[in-house]
């Protein structure tokens, strides 16, 4: 699952239209993805950042992550200091503070996206 930060590389891929890309931007909108059944899909979307986060948490929160199992959080773009923030303000799910694993996404996966997402891989209970 992911905020992402800009709609700009989703309409480059072809994913969104310029109309839809231009609207969004002015608008301030943040989409959340979630990988299901191999398949990317939105499962919501908020004004800004600070809520696109808020969203994750919350829709986190409903399902709590199996600690049992690999987890992690993870960013695109060469700055990691938005995850681990994202981690330190969020101590009553990333429980593990320091140890929880910050991850660089890949350039497949960051191509689509574009720098300044923010998300996590977790199994569900």
Same mark, same amino acid.
């Given at each position: /699952?992911?905020v992402?930060? &800009?709609?700009?590389?989703?309409?480059?891929?072809? @994913?969104?239209?310029?109309?839809?890309?231009?609207?969004?931007? %002015?608008?301030?909108?943040?989409?959340?993805?979630?990988?299901?059944d191999?398949? *990317?899909? %939105?499962?919501?979307?908020? @004004?800004?950042?600070?809520?696109?986060?808020?969203? /994750?948490?919350n !829709? +986190?929160?409903?399902?709590?992550?199996?600690?049992? /199992?690999?987890?992690? *959080?993870? !960013? &695109?773009?060469?700055?990691?200091?938005g995850?681990?923030? !994202? *981690?330190?303000?969020n101590? &009553?799910?990333?429980q593990?503070?320091e140890?929880t694993p910050?991850? +660089? /996404?890949?350039? &497949?996966?960051?191509?689509?996206?574009?720098?300044?997402?923010?998300?996590v891989? !977790?199994?569900?209970?």
């Amino acid at each position: /699952m992911a905020v992402l930060d &800009t709609l700009e590389y989703l309409k480059k891929g072809g @994913r969104i239209s310029s109309v839809v890309a231009l609207l969004g931007n %002015m608008l301030n909108l943040k989409p959340i993805v979630k990988a299901v059944d191999g398949k *990317v899909k %939105m499962i919501g979307k908020t @004004r800004g950042k600070r809520k696109g986060l808020e969203f /994750m948490n919350n !829709y +986190i929160g409903e399902k709590w992550i199996d600690f049992s /199992m690999p987890y992690g *959080v993870f !960013y &695109t773009g060469l700055d990691e200091s938005g995850a681990k923030v !994202y *981690v330190q303000n969020n101590p &009553t799910i990333w429980q593990d503070g320091e140890k929880t694993p910050v991850y +660089i /996404m890949g350039s &497949t996966i960051g191509t689509h996206v574009g720098p300044g997402a923010i998300g996590v891989a !977790y199994f569900e209970k």
